[in-house]
Structures are given as structure tokens and as C-alpha cells.
């Protein structure tokens, strides 16, 4: 039982294409972009 259970889990990520935001491409310059633009407000006491 656990052997057929980590291999259909292997088989499953095997055809599995996620993209990942930190993958290069479009979605990792809109990123960077936002990071970029992004400028935290600082307090000074």
C-alpha cells in the first residue's frame, strides 16, 4: 500500500507543470517590477 501510494504521488509530479512566480519569464519580471516599485514607508522616532 505505501509503495503504490509514493509511486502514483512520483507519477503525479512527473506530469505536474506549475509555474512557479520565480521561474524566468514574464511572471518573474512583473514581479521584480512590483518589488521594485514597492517602497516601504520608514518612521524615524
Same mark, same amino acid.
Given at each position: 500500500m505505501k509503495t503504490r501510494f509514493i509511486k502514483s504521488v512520483t507519477q503525479g509530479a /512527473?506530469?505536474? /507543470?506549475? &509555474?512557479?512566480?520565480?521561474? $524566468?519569464? $514574464? $511572471? $518573474?519580471? &512583473?514581479?521584480i517590477a512590483r518589488r521594485e516599485t514597492a517602497q516601504p514607508l520608514r518612521k524615524s522616532a
Open positions: /512527473k506530469t505536474s /507543470k506549475v &509555474e512557479m512566480p520565480w521561474a $524566468r519569464g $514574464r $511572471r $518573474r519580471a &512583473e514581479m
